[in-house]
């Protein structure tokens, strides 16, 4: 599975997927885009867009894109946060669909 991180989600996240290749938004260049640039982009190299922007699903028609999203609910963007929630953030983006959205509550 290809996996892009938000670039609100702290990038040592990526050990959450030890067997799929991760990239950062920053690391592909993305840094700062409005959320429908970076979902057009991200459909043309991601499956999944994993991100803690709870307002994303809502301000996006995601229907519009060939790329899942999985919108982890986290207490701050520190690592110790999303830890505890590696194996739902991965099953999360093993479910998801693309233009469709999976929530992984704290």
Same mark, same amino acid.
């Given at each position: 599975?290809? $996996?892009?991180?938000?670039?609100?989600?702290? %990038?040592?996240?990526?050990? %959450? /997927?030890?067997?799929?290749?991760?990239? @950062?938004?920053?690391?592909?260049?993305?840094?700062?885009?409005?959320?429908?640039?970076?979902?057009?982009? %991200? #459909?043309?190299?991601?499956?999944? =867009?994993?991100?803690?922007?709870?307002? =994303?699903?809502?301000?996006?028609?995601? %229907?519009? /894109?060939?790329?899942? $999203? *999985?919108? *982890?609910? *986290? &207490?701050?963007?520190?690592?110790?946060?999303? #830890? +505890? =929630? /590696?194996? #739902?953030? &991965?099953?999360? @983006?093993?479910? $998801?669909?693309?233009?469709?959205? *999976? #929530?992984? +509550?704290?």
């Amino acid at each position: 599975m290809r $996996v892009l991180l938000d670039e609100c989600v702290h %990038a040592d996240v990526r050990a %959450a /997927f030890p067997d799929d290749h991760v990239e @950062t938004a920053t690391e592909a260049g993305w840094r700062g885009l409005e959320d429908g640039v970076l979902l057009a982009l %991200a #459909q043309t190299r991601f499956d999944v =867009l994993v991100t803690i922007d709870r307002s =994303l699903e809502h301000q996006n028609n995601l %229907a519009n /894109f060939n790329l899942g $999203v *999985v919108v *982890v609910h *986290v &207490r701050s963007n520190e690592i110790g946060s999303f #830890q +505890p =929630l /590696f194996s #739902q953030i &991965r099953d999360a @983006t093993a479910r $998801v669909r693309p233009g469709t959205a *999976v #929530q992984v +509550p704290r």
